[in-house]
Structure formats: C-alpha cells, structure tokens
C-alpha cells in the first residue's frame, strides 16, 4: 500500500503559489526574450511562456518563485517524479565510479539490458536484446533500419496522427504538418493507415457496431493484391496514440491488426515511448491486449531525469543485425542506465504497486473531469487509461468542431496562472492531456483537475 503522505514528501508542499500577477513574472520575461534569441524555436514547445528552475516529485519552481503543479511529468518522462531521493542517491554513486564508455559497453549497461528483459511483455521478455540510444527518435530510426534488416522488405507501415519522432526516418513516420512541412522529401516506403480514433471515426462508425472496421482495412491494405502494400517490413504503432491526441484503440483493434501483420509478414513494433513505463495503468500499454510484439521501443519515462531509450527486439531477430553495424557514440551512458535501472525498480517494486495505483487513480481523475464534462459546453470527451488521460475540447459537442487555437492558448495561460502546467496534444492542438508522474499525490491531481475545470468555465 502506497501511502499518500510519502508521495507528498517527493514533491514541494503548498503547491499551487503563485509569487508574480502573471505569468511569466519579470525574471521569467527576460530569460524567455534570451531564449528567443539564443536558441531555435523549433524545440518542442515552441514559445510556451515558462521557464523551469527548479523541479521536485510532481511540482516545478520557476526562476521568479512560482510554485507549479506540473500535470505534464515533463512530457510523459518523469515517471517517478523530478529528483527521486532514490534516483539521486542512485547517481551520485555512480558519478564516483563511470559516467561515459563511448558505445563499448559497461557493467551498467550490461545489467539496463538484462533489466529491460526482464521487464518486457510475455513475448519478449528474457528472448530479446536491446539497442540503447539517447531519445525516442533514436529508437524509431533504428526499428526502420532493423526492420528492413532483418526481412529484407523496404516498406514501412504506420498510422495517421502518429508521433515517433522528427529525424529523417523516424520523422517520415510521423504525421501533423508542422514537422513535416518543408522538411521534405520524406523517406520512400512509408505506408500512412487511419488510427482507430473513435471520437472522429473517419468511417463515420461507432464502436461496437462497426466491427472494426479500421482494423480490418489495414488486413485488406497489406493482404490484397494491388493495394502496393507488397513488402511491408514492420507495422509501427503506438498502442495508445500520444501527440495524436491521447487516443486508446478500442478493444479487439490491435490483435486484428496483429493477424494481418502475420498474414503477410510483417513485424509488429509496439511504440511505448510516450505510453509506455507504467503510464496506462500496465507496463507496457500493448499489455492492455494480447498481442505479443515483436520490438518494442521506449524512452522518455525509463530514463526519467536522465536521456535514455532503446529498442527491444526478439532475440533471433537482433542476431540478424551485423555486427558494429550502427554505433552511437554516447549511447548506454552509465550515470543515465543506473537511473533507469532505478526508475523500473521504483515502478515495479511491491508487484508493480506504483502502476496499480496509476490504473487506479486514472478512473477516479476521470471520474472527475467526466462529472466537469457533463456541465460544459466545450470538453467534447475524457479518454485514456491510467495516468494518460486526454480531454478533447470542442466549439460545439455535436458538430465536435475543435475548440481554436486563440482559445486553447487563453486556458493553457488560465492554468499558468493559477499554478497548473498543462500542454495540449492532438490533431487540431485541443487535446488537454493529463500525464503527472505516476508518483503525484491524489491531492494535487484533484486540485489540478479542479483548476483546469474551473478554467474551462471562466473561458
Ligand atoms: C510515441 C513516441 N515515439 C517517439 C517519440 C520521440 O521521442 P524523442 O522526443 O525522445 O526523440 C515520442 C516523443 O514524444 C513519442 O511520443
């Protein structure tokens, strides 16, 4: 049993408190104009108007002395909270023995990959190896790259509203014109299939009596003659979509789409890198289903404070990759796969406690914002499991035209204000996600889902 007072002591007391009239205060303003000038825009959240100076469990400080609640877990990666006494403790050792052992490998990192199968859904685990990168991206290029590898196909299947990061390979996988536009031409090969995002079916069904029929057009795409689907290496997918909009398939979706990767041959790579470390109330979010993959890639939440991700990949299938094929100079830092040895240990410790309470926690923050729902005009649905809950606003519940971006922006500095970091994901921006680290208290996820409501209203 967790206890909520020990949760509490990981994150600062009295959060919310705000010190300045508005964010950002006077301090925050200029270092955010010496940002605009110093470094590209084109980071992750563009302009949005806050600074980070300091961070503990589930709460941020800004430099001008706002105390936060911080909803985003840093974008799905600070699974246990920012500076885990334990995650501390656990670097300061290591910083006295090896931080960097270029790409041979160290004990560390000899034991993260032990760890990780350890870890790995049923079909995985302790018959698979893993390849160790810096980030997410990393992780995808390298699937692409395996993939093809090992099948000799050159295909790759993938999803609209996909996210699976932004470089060459791993960004052709990805959708939404603002990564792709103007960075062309993508790589060739890559096949784009309809998510099941039941909210917008794009079949205009619903669920259950549509059958799945999305899932059984991607069996009709990649097992029909004349569909060009001819040698699909691996089918990517994230088994809850994240920057698309925090959107779960429904249930039976992905073991369809299972069979027909095996019908034709395909591999199937489940990517948990948003969804994945415990996130959806599971380890792994694939594990809300009975397909067993065959890579899997991760990040963001392994490694926590600290860069790390990899792909996982069957056993037989890595032995087909050539040896010192594809080096990566810092990758499997010791100081990064001591943290991350330490975050799965936190996770996973008392049977998985952690995750338990995240399936938990995440019913009754639901229960919270569809009560708030039911009252307002504009939150068109609540959706997710466990601690990765997406709310998609809407000018109107039955037309479900998205919420604009003006009024997006007015809640996203509504709840600055008021101490709560939240960002929007999804197709059209309107997606508020609820994502804190599995680790914040049941106190400060009902104060922010309080907030957030409350701000709706006022907007
Ligand atoms: C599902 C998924 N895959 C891959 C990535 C890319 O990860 P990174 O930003 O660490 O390169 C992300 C990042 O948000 C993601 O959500």
Not at 106 to 127: D, F, K, Q, Y
Not at 333 to 358: G, S
Not at 420 to 440: A, D
Request: net charge neutral; proline share 6%; with cysteine.
């Amino acid at each position: 049993m967790i206890s909520e007072n020990d949760l509490a002591k990981l994150s600062y007391p009295e959060a919310p408190r705000m010190v300045t009239e508005k964010v950002p205060g006077p301090i925050s303003q200029k270092l955010l104009e010496d940002s605009s000038q110093y470094e590209s825009l084109a980071r992750g959240a563009g302009a949005f108007p806050c600074v980070y100076d300091e961070g503990m469990g589930s709460t941020v400080k800004d430099p001008d002395g706002n105390l936060y609640i911080d909803i985003t877990a840093g974008v799905a990666v600070n699974s246990v909270g920012r500076r885990h006494p334990r995650v501390i403790k656990a670097i300061e050792e290591q910083l006295k023995k090896l931080m960097h052992a270029t790409d041979m490998t160290n004990t560390r990192r000899i034991e993260l990959a032990a760890r990780v199968s350890g870890v790995m859904p049923a079909g995985l685990r302790g018959r698979c190896a893993s390849y160790f990168t810096q980030g997410g991206s990393g992780a995808l290029e390298t699937a692409i790259k395996f993939a093809r590898r090992v099948t000799g196909r050159t295909q790759i299947a993938a999803f609209h509203g996909a996210y699976h990061g932004v470089w060459c390979g791993s960004g052709s996988l990805t959708t939404g014109e603002v990564y792709r536009l103007g960075y062309g031409p993508s790589i060739p090969g890559v096949i784009h299939l309809p998510y099941p995002y039941c909210y917008r079916c794009c079949f205009n069904m619903q669920y259950p009596d549509c059958n799945l029929q999305c899932a059984k057009y991607v069996d009709y795409v990649l097992n029909t003659p004349y569909t060009a689907a001819d040698d699909v290496a691996v089918l990517i997918i994230e088994p809850q979509q994240g920057e698309g909009g925090y959107v779960p398939p429904p249930p039976g979706y992905l073991e369809v789409i299972n069979a027909a990767c095996e019908k034709h041959g395909a591999l199937f790579l489940a990517d948990e890198v948003q969804a994945g470390t415990g996130r959806t109330g599971k380890m792994w979010s694939i594990e809300h289903s009975s397909v067993q993959p065959d890579m899997l890639a991760w990040g963001k939440g392994m490694g926590g404070d600290m860069p790390m991700a990899g792909l996982t990949l069957r056993k037989n299938l890595a032995d087909k990759i050539p040896e010192g094929s594809q080096p990566n100079t810092f990758a499997g830092n010791a100081v990064a796969a001591a943290t991350t040895m330490t975050n799965i240990d936190i996770l996973t410790e008392n049977d998985n406690a952690l995750i338990r309470r995240a399936a938990e926690l995440g019913e009754e923050i639901k229960g919270w914002l569809l009560e708030g729902a039911a009252n307002s005009r504009v939150i068109g649905d609540v959706r997710g499991r466990g601690l990765m809950i997406g709310v998609e606003m809407v000018k109107d519940k039955e037309t479900k035209e998205p919420l604009d971006a003006d009024s997006i922006g007015r809640i996203v500095f509504g709840l600055l204000n008021r101490g709560v970091i939240m960002v929007p994901c999804g197709r059209y921006g309107n997606v508020f996600r609820f994502m804190p680290p599995l680790t914040i208290t049941r106190d400060y996820c009902q104060k922010a889902s309080e907030i957030f409501l409350d701000v709706v209203k006022e907007m």
